[in-house]
């Protein structure tokens, strides 16, 4: 993470990048889903969260001395709470992501260059240089047809949709300055990656929009 921050200051000064939003795109912790990643963790699910937060809310204000800093998340299945056994979807407004969302909020509530922002749909929104952008989390089976559905769904056009979830980078054209894209994670390689054989870099993505033509540069962030 500390290498994220030092790689995106510098991409900041090379484009002359004063204001940057940042997105979160989930599953920040582990244990929840299979009970054979308790054995795993170095800590338990709730004291995981909230050092994460505290983390990340410290992290978010580093960067914040650099660029005013936008700042938004959704909440990933791995976080989810299923309880009671019960299955996927169950409970799902049961999620750690919310204490990270209001320990964020409350650390940095007095800082002029960090704002946060959470919509009712529960997902990322922002229009940025003139092009609607959302995010997801990124369960979805194909990219290309949940961006034509999430503009019906909500009746906006969406020009840039953005998902993590497969833990890999991923870009598509799929129409006239639209893109779907997948960013990677920032873990990398574990134990149930390379159980399924599929692997890719620990990284995230910097991405820069213009007017008038959106995309016109990413940077792939490679992390040791």
Known sequence: M??????????????NVSKLNVFNMGDFSDGILRVSQLFKLRYGVIEGTVLYANFIANWLNKLSEYVVVDFQMVNGNHTELRMLGQPKSAFKNENTGIVVYDIIKNQLKNNPNFNISKNPTGLIFANLCGFNVLGIHGEVKNMEKAIKDFSKTYNTNIDILIAGHLH??????????????????IIGVDDFSMSLNKTSNAGATFLILEEGKGKVQEYNIKLN
Do not use: R
């Open 168 to 185: 890999h980078s991923k870009c598509e054209t799929v129409g006239i300055n639209s893109e779907v894209i997948n960013v990677p994670s």
């Open 2 to 15: 500390w290498d994220l921050l030092n790689q995106t200051i510098e991409i900041c000064k090379k484009e």
